[in-house]
């Protein structure tokens, strides 16, 4: 479901003068989203901590005919992101800028406020909001000063409907869908769009990170029937930034048809 799927979707090239920047890019939507994007003509910046994962898939769009830079670093470690974009803006090939920005990378956790291992808190903060937020205020500065920009952020079903069952996790997607939110109100009036996607159950390599198994995870999504691919989340992503610029959807909530909570 990689890159032939994008062509079958993306073949119009809309985004052809454009450079995105897109974290958590070594697997699931984030993986999904570069090849969308860099099939519809963008040239893509990835990151993410593991390089043989970024290096494949650089490979993999270099192939058909597409421009990828990886960058290895973790999304919450500010001189990371940092580094991103620095990167970003010296590559040639990119045109040294970015116009989009795709706010992918962050990190699950099972269980409630009661439940969940608090020893992992503060890292589930630092990359699902301060990092995050960090990436947002960046690009939103340089977007600003460029009257224009995409800033698409992916948030959660549980940062609005809060579950118990990842009442941690689904409170850091609460949070960076109110950062989404105020940055949104902060710049555009200068031309930059801010979204925020929200998908539901999407099946990829999140759960077994998070900490979920057949018990606490999967007996209660076989109920949903179909749960959502990584790719109908990038061709989501895809809809909001050839949308005209005068038009910005800053909501968008992504559930399996069959997915009844949350």
């Known amino acids: 479901m990689g890159y032939e799927r994008a062509i079958e979707r993306t073949t119009n090239h809309l985004l052809s003068d454009k450079t995105a920047v897109i974290t958590g890019a070594s697997s699931g939507i984030g993986r999904a989203t570069a090849l969308t994007l860099a099939q519809a003509g963008a040239a893509?910046?990835?990151?993410?901590r593991r390089k043989d994962r970024l290096d494949e898939l650089v490979s993999e769009i270099s192939r058909h005919g597409g421009k990828a830079l990886a960058v290895v670093g973790d999304a919450g470690i500010q001189a990371d992101i940092d580094l991103l974009l620095n990167r970003a803006l010296a590559w040639k090939e990119?045109?040294?800028?970015?116009?989009?920005?795709?706010?992918?990378?962050?990190?699950?956790?099972?269980?409630?406020i009661v439940g969940s291992d608090e020893s992992r808190w503060q890292e589930l903060y630092q990359v699902n909001v301060l990092g995050?937020?960090?990436?947002?205020?960046?690009?939103?500065?340089?977007?600003?000063?460029?009257?224009?920009?995409?800033?698409?952020?992916?948030g959660s079903v549980v940062g609005r409907n809060i579950s118990p069952f990842s009442g941690f996790y689904g409170s850091s997607k609460f949070a960076i869908a109110g950062i989404a939110e105020a940055l949104r109100r902060e710049i555009c009036m200068h031309g930059v769009r801010v979204s925020i996607v929200m998908p539901g159950i999407v099946l990829s390599e999140f759960q077994e990170v998070a900490g979920y198994n057949e018990?606490?995870?999967g007996k209660a999504a076989a109920q949903f029937g179909t749960l959502v691919e990584p790719q109908a989340i990038a061709e989501s992503i895809y809809w909001l930034l050839t949308l005209p610029p005068h038009i910005n959807i800053n909501e968008i909530m992504i559930r399996p048809t069959g997915q009844f909570y949350p």
Do not use: P, W
């Open 132 to 154: 995050a937020a960090h990436l947002m205020r960046r690009v939103g500065q340089y977007m600003a000063q460029r009257k224009s920009g995409d800033i698409v952020t992916i």
């Open 215 to 217: 018990e606490n995870f």
């Open 94 to 112: 990119g045109g040294c800028k970015y116009d989009i920005a795709v706010v992918n990378a962050g990190r699950g956790l099972v269980g409630g």
């Open 44 to 48: 893509v910046v990835i990151h993410a």
